[in-house]
T-cell receptor, first 115, second 110 residues
Framework: GAVVSQHPSRVICKSGTSVKIECRSL??????MFWYRQFPKKSLMLMAT?????????EQGVEKDKFLINHASLTLSTLTVTSAHPEDSSFYIC???????????FGDGTRLSIL | KQEVTQIPAALSVPEGENLVLNCSFT??????LQWFRQDPGKGLTSLLL?????REQTSGRLNASLDKSSGRSTLYIAASQPGDSATYLC?????????FGKGTRLSVIA
């Protein structure tokens, strides 16, 4: 089956720190990767969509300068939360897809806590 | 814009009961529909994937149906167990990334 690995699983850091989260598709090439954010007891909210080699497309209300997304290869996408503040604390989940009509596969998520 | 609604928001049943979770979506132009399970503080576990051309999928005690024309799906769980307690999320995929419902929080009481 398709496996998506997300790292780290948990991050606790001070306000002002930049945090990088990696998402890797281990056994398939992902032309598209997605980043979601989930608040406690809420559903997943799409933050951005990235296609390999292209700039990410951000959803309305998501600051592209705050959440930097890089999708440099068909198996790796990174999300960097720049100058993180307590309000950025959340659960971030990545997802990868081979092609348009194929299912999305999800990582295990990263719990980010900014003190 | 695709919208996904799940009913009920929460459900509590005694162990052994059969139960049905409901999902509806507004745009029937979908590629597939997925049901996921999420345990507290954890990621998503894919349960069933139904392609738009299919009517249902089964895995063990789980059966998911899809009526694309009416924009509805149901997840049937047979002989529920305490280990089934989790949040169940329905999501649809079309020309957009997966759009999620808000989930149904299921508690199965021993």
């Amino acid at each position: 089956g398709a496996v998506v690995s997300q790292h780290p699983s948990r991050v606790i850091c001070k306000s002002g720190t930049s945090v990088k989260i990696e998402c890797r598709s281990l056994d398939f090439q992902a032309t598209t990767m997605f980043w979601y954010r989930q608040f406690p007891k809420k559903s997943l909210m799409l933050m951005a969509t990235s296609n390999e080699g292209s700039k990410a497309t951000y959803e309305q209300g998501v600051e592209k300068d705050k959440f930097l997304i890089n999708h440099a290869s068909l198996t790796l996408s990174t999300l960097t939360v720049t100058s993180a503040h307590p309000e950025d604390s959340s659960f971030y989940i990545c997802s990868a897809r081979r092609v348009l009509n194929q299912p999305q596969h999800f990582g295990d998520g990263t719990r980010l806590s900014i003190l | 814009k695709q919208e996904v609604t799940q009913i009920p928001a929460a459900l509590s049943v005694p162990e052994g009961e059969n139960l049905v979770l409901n999902c509806s979506f507004t745009d029937s132009a979908i590629y597939n529909l997925q049901w996921f399970r999420q345990d507290p503080g954890k990621g998503l576990t894919s349960l069933l994937l139904i392609q738009s051309s299919q009517r249902e999928q089964t895995s063990g005690r789980l059966n998911a149906s899809l009526d694309k024309s009416s924009g509805r799906s149901t997840l049937y769980i047979a002989a529920s167990q305490p280990g089934d307690s989790a949040t169940y999320l329905c999501a649809v995929s079309g020309n957009t990334p997966l759009v999620f419902g808000k989930g149904t929080r299921l508690s199965v009481i021993a």
